[in-house]
Each structure stands twice: as C-alpha cells, then as structure tokens.
Nanobody, 114 residues
Framework: QVQLVESGGGLVQAGGSLKLSCVASGRTFSSYRMGWFRQAPGKDREFVAAIRWSGGGTSTADSVKDRFAISRDNAKNTVYLQMNHLKPEDTAVYYC???????WGKGTLVTVSS
C-alpha cells in the first residue's frame, strides 16, 4: 500500500507565500517521478510541477514557473512545493502524485484572498 500525505495548505493573502509538503510512505520511490497538481473549483486538474526522485531534474508549469519551486528531501521521503507571490487564481486543492499519476494524495486546500 502506498500513501501520500499532503500538508501546508491554508488561507493566505495575495502576494503571500506557502510551502506544501508531501510525505511518501509504503514503498521506495528512488526511481519515481513526484509531482504536484492542482484543481480549482469547476476546473480540470492541472499539472504544477514535478521532480525526479533521484537526480533532482525538475519541470514547472509556465503559469507558475517564476513563483513556485519544487524540491525534495530523500532522507525524509518528502517533496515540497514552495509557492511565492500567490495570486487569487492559485486557489485550488493541491495534490501530490507519484509514479506519473499512479498514486495520489487526498489534497490540501490553498485559498488566496485578494
């Protein structure tokens, strides 16, 4: 059984910052790609950022590239999403994913007020 648990969401004013965490357990993800996705009300889930578990290569959606950064701590089996200069349109449930969408967490809500 694989578990992904996100945390760090909350309410923040526009221009503020949040750091999301995703802890992976139940399996070794040394060769898995980890990612963050988000889903705003009434919209499809969209890609935000991804990182290789080993090697650290990353990719980030153009819409957040200059504001969000993904990182990981292999010793803690944890992936992070640092979100800066948040905008109201960043409001969404943020989901952690492993193995190219094979595994998903339950999500953490980020609300950005104007």
């Amino acid at each position: 059984q694989v578990q992904l648990v996100e945390s760090g969401g909350g309410l923040v004013q526009a221009g503020g910052s949040l750091k999301l965490s995703c802890v992976a357990s139940g399996r070794t993800f040394s060769s898995y790609r980890m990612g963050w996705f988000r889903q705003a009300p009434g919209k499809d889930r969209e890609f935000v950022a991804a990182i290789r578990w080993s090697g650290g290569g990353t990719s980030t959606a153009d819409s957040v590239k200059d504001r969000f950064a993904i990182s990981r701590d292999n010793a803690k089996n944890t992936v992070y999403l640092q979100m800066n200069h948040l905008k109201p349109e960043d409001t969404a449930v943020y989901y952690c994913s492993a193995g190219g969408g094979t595994y998903w967490g339950k999500g953490t809500l980020v609300t950005v007020s104007s």
